[in-house]
């Protein structure tokens, strides 16, 4: 009875959180698209209101949460692969002999269904030489633009901090 | 005005234009699609410099409005104009 | 002052050859999937450092937080197209060019 008690509590503040969360969210956003007039809050207010339930209809808490350090050390590692991808591209299509060795990898992930392997999937179409070309249930279909680099290395160090950002822990016997 | 802005969004103009070809040469539906969706990630760029070099803040909430909509133009055509054409049903 | 102003200019003409080279690759390039590549990551490192040196020539933090967010709009939006279109070609059974 207390167990079950405690459990309601517990997750009643968990919601309470998710809904802060979102709300904050929601009012950064409505704030950079319309700028300081307050007036605007007018809308704002019942637009965000709306936003928060529709959101939380269609995509209830969620267990993982984002680690604030993560995300800090997420951002840099995201913007140095991304440019690094960029120049990659430019001298492939530059060089005078075309510079393309295509080919496919599938790989396997431990990260759980919803959030984190969707953005994981995303985040592989933007690292050097990687698109992320299918998904079935925990495998991706890597297309890589050369077979020469490290895709597998790349891929298992992205999964790493994915995992980091998400706090999810790699579960252990994990296919290799 | 600022004429090196507006210059900068002339050159991307140019490689949009460059991008016709693939349009023009296809081979297949999904080629002429990815010109398109080139055409996005270069309009947001250009309406940005526009937005800058022609003193117009205006410009920026269409440039968002532009990047929503190539993105639903490719999702449409993957969901819809593609899947149907080749008789695949779609899922 | 001038001198952020001057570094925005150098970012934004750094940013030009990524959109060119992406439409230099989207024509070059032999399939599907490689075009993808090019599409993707060229512009949208392109974008980036556009939208990096507007936001340093920027008047007031609004304009560069709408900046920030239109650029991870696009990235969100191409990587996802990105990958539904790469996604529907394997579904189509078009195989990838291979040396």
């Known amino acids: ?176 | 005005m600022s004429y090196l802005h507006i210059s900068c969004a002339l050159i991307i103009l140019c490689s949009i234009a460059a991008g016709m070809i693939r349009i023009l040469s296809g081979p297949t539906a999904a080629d002429r699609m990815m010109a398109a969706q080139l055409f996005g990630t270069c309009g947001v760029a250009i309406l940005l410099l526009l937005a800058k070099g022609m003193d117009t803040i205006v410009l920026l909430d269409i440039a968002l409005v532009f990047a929503l909509l190539a993105a639903l133009a490719t999702i449409t055509f993957v969901r819809r104009a593609w899947h149907e054409q080749s008789g695949v049903p779609r899922r | 002052m001038i001198t952020l102003d001057n570094l925005g200019i150098l970012c934004i003409v750094m940013g030009l050859p990524f959109f060119l080279t992406g439409t230099v690759g989207l024509l070059r390039f032999p399939d599907i999937y490689t075009r993808l590549h090019a599409l993707t990551k060229a512009d949208n490192v392109g974008l980036g450092l556009i939208i990096l040196g507007l936001s340093l020539q920027a008047d007031n933090l609004f304009t560069v937080a709408k900046l920030i967010l239109i650029w991870i709009l696009v990235l969100i939006a191409s990587s996802a197209s990105c990958h539904l279109v790469a996604r529907s070609a394997m579904q189509k059974n078009i195989h990838p060019w291979v040396k």
């Not at chain 1, 207390?2 to 969210?25: A, E, K, P, W, Y």
């Not at chain 1, 007018?42 to 949460?65: M, T």
């Not at chain 1, 690292?127 to 299918?134: E, I, K, R, V």
Request: charged share 15%; net charge positive; aromatic share 10%.
């Open chain 1, 1 to 176: 009875m207390q167990d079950n008690n405690r459990l309601s509590i517990h997750s009643h503040s968990h919601l309470g959180r998710c809904i802060f969360l979102r709300f904050l969210l929601f009012s950064a956003v409505w704030l950079v698209l319309t700028g300081s007039e307050a007036e605007s809050w007018i809308i704002g207010f019942p637009a965000i209101g709306c936003a928060v339930f529709l959101s939380l209809k269609l995509s209830p808490s969620s267990h993982v949460s984002l680690s604030f350090v993560g995300i800090c050390s997420f951002i840099p590692f995201f913007l140095r692969q991304s440019s690094l991808s960029g120049i990659d591209v430019m001298r492939r299509a530059l060089s005078r002999r075309l510079a393309v060795n295509p080919g496919l990898v599938s790989y396997t992930t431990f990260l759980p269904e919803g959030a984190p392997r969707i953005f994981f999937v995303n985040t592989i179409s933007l690292l050097p030489g990687t698109l992320s070309a299918d998904l079935q249930s925990n495998t991706v279909t890597v297309h890589t633009i050369d077979k020469n680099i490290p895709i597998w290395a790349n891929i298992q160090n992205l999964e790493l901090r994915i995992a980091i950002l998400w706090r999810v822990t790699p579960q252990k016997g994990k296919a290799l």
